[in-house]
């Protein structure tokens, strides 16, 4: 079984700063990749940043320059480093994550739980 757990949402000010993380377990062969999406209330979920297992990264354009996206030493945890916030950011942020496994030895996604992010003051 492999999971993916995030945690680091809540409430901050504009102009301030929040630190998401994400961590898989389970049976893992390799993780090819490893980002955030997140999803407004009547938006589309859309991809905020993301990393392969190379180190190459991308981001959203309205993220660009604030956000940062890195991997943990151990390259079965992500962090995603929010900075200078806008109410723009408000959303449900989502860990994913291209996982190989024994059952699934090409890859499949994987999702986490789910993390609020409000920006508001």
């Known amino acids: 079984q492999v999971q993916l757990v995030e945690s680091g949402g809540g409430l901050v000010q504009p102009g301030g700063s929040l630190r998401l993380s994400c961590a898989a377990s389970?049976?893992?062969?390799?993780?090819?990749?490893m980002g955030w999406f997140r999803q407004a209330p009547g938006k589309q979920r859309e991809l905020v940043a993301g990393i392969t297992s190379d180190g190459n990264t991308n981001y959203a354009d309205s993220v660009k320059g604030r956000f940062a996206i890195s991997r943990g030493n151990a390259k079965n945890t992500v962090y995603l480093q929010m900075n200078s916030l806008i109410p723009e950011d408000t959303a449900v942020y989502y860990c994913n994550a291209r996982i190989l496994t024994t059952t699934s030895p090409g890859g499949s996604p994987y999702w986490g739980q789910g993390t609020q992010v409000t920006v508001s003051s």
């Open positions: 389970g049976s893992i062969f390799s993780i090819y990749f």
